[in-house]
């Protein structure tokens, strides 16, 4: 159930953009992405819902393909303080049970 | 509380025995969720609670696990004869409802040795 996270880590140059993806063998419900940045707590960024909108975050935004069983999270002109591990947790419609990835490191330097 | 509270912030514990572990969610938050998360990886789902119903506890791996929350507010979870494997990190998180914005505590390191 656990839903598979792409790339495993990235590296950008300040102001770069990346693209991280989530993809899930279940239906969803809901998509709900978090960063965590080394030795703290994972922090909200956002929550896609079925049948909803995409959603933004700053300069961070987000996608949910209902069909596919997939979300992307889409990083523009990235900052330093973007750094950390990004994590995507997964609901299904019969519970509420978020699911998390592995996570996506991402590091952006100078 | 200004946020989810988890105590203690690290707990080292011999193998066989039993401990609890403390969780203090955001005020008025319904939802409560109780996660372990290994180094590098993400948060495993343990078990969740709307007020004081455990409304899912398929994620706990064994019978040496509980957790409760009986006046639906603080939440303890309990190992019972802990094993090193059970080494972890132990993080609580709360929301206003089902679905919406959780917050994450700053979790408990358990070790087993």
């Known amino acids: 159930q656990q839903p598979v996270q792409s790339p495993q880590a990235v590296i950008l140059r300040e102001g770069e953009d990346a693209v991280i993806n989530c993809s899930s063998s279940k239906a969803l419900y809901s998509v709900h992405w978090y960063r965590q940045k080394h030795g703290e707590a994972p922090v909200f960024l956002m929550i896609?819902?079925?049948?909803?909108e995409q959603m933004r975050h700053e300069k961070i935004s987000a996608s949910f393909n209902e069909k596919k069983q997939q979300s992307s999270l889409y990083l523009t002109a990235s900052q330093l303080s973007y750094s950390g591990t990004y994590f995507c947790g997964t609901g299904i419609p019969t519970g509420y049970a978020l699911n998390f990835g592995k996570g996506t490191s991402l590091l952006v330097t100078p | 509380g200004a946020g989810v509270s988890q105590s203690p912030r690290y707990k080292v514990t011999k193998r066989g025995q039993d401990v609890a572990l403390r969780c203090d969610p955001i005020?008025?938050?319904?939802?409560l969720y109780w996660y372990r998360q290994a180094l590098g990886q993400g948060p495993e789902f343990l078990t969740y609670?709307?007020?004081?119903?455990?409304?899912?506890k398929s994620g706990l791996p064994n019978d040496r696990f509980s957790a409760e929350r009986p006046e639906g507010s603080i939440s303890t979870l309990t190992i019972q004869r802990t094993e090193q494997r059970d080494s972890a990190m132990y993080r609580c998180?709360?929301?206003?409802?089902?679905?919406?914005?959780?917050?994450f505590g700053q979790g408990t390191r358990l070790t087993v040795v």
């Open positions: 609670f709307n007020y004081e119903a455990q409304q899912d």
């Open positions: 896609l819902l079925k049948g909803g």
């Open positions: 005020s008025g938050h319904v939802s």
């Open positions: 998180a709360s929301s206003r409802q089902e679905n919406t914005e959780a917050f």
